[in-house]
């Protein structure tokens, strides 16, 4: 497992950005994917985008048009850019890593139980 220290969450207001960083001191690299996951209340968990430090990504689509997802490996530290951001966006947002391939994201319905290492979560609100 490695940590992760999350920052950037706030309060924004409706068709504005923000942009989230998660940065991991102990610095990971391949064969981690990183991930951004973001949690409503009483719901599980759902995987918003995902980075490979061999620059592969994945974003389903519901966001990807909005959310974009890059890294910096001289910082170990992984962004996701979030613009045009509505209400329902509202949720804390977590970073993930894991020994895994990117390519498993998108057929694993809770891919968050496939990480094991989680940063402490940061909040973003979108007032409307």
């Known amino acids: 497992q490695v940590q ?9 207001q409706a068709g504005g950005s923000l942009n ?7 610095r990971t690299s391949s064969p981690y994917t990183m991930a951004w996951f973001r ?9 918003v985008a995902a980075f490979t430090w061999t620059g ?14 890059s890294g910096d490996s001289a910082k170990s530290t992984v962004y996701l850019q979030m ?5 329902e966006d509202t949720a804390v947002y977590y970073c993930a890593a894991e020994r895994l391939s990117i ?21 973003v609100t979108v007032s409307s």
């Open 83 to 87: 613009q045009n951001l509505k209400p």
């Open 4 to 12: 992760l220290e999350e920052s950037g969450g706030g309060l924004v």
């Open 39 to 47: 949690q409503f209340p009483e719901k599980e968990r759902a995987l």
């Open 103 to 123: 390519r498993t994201l998108p057929r694993v319905l809770r891919a968050w139980t496939l990480f094991r290492s989680w940063g402490q979560g940061t909040q």
């Open 56 to 69: 592969d990504r994945y974003l389903p689509d519901s966001v990807k048009d909005r959310f974009t997802i």
């Open 20 to 26: 989230l960083s998660c940065t991991t001191p102990g």
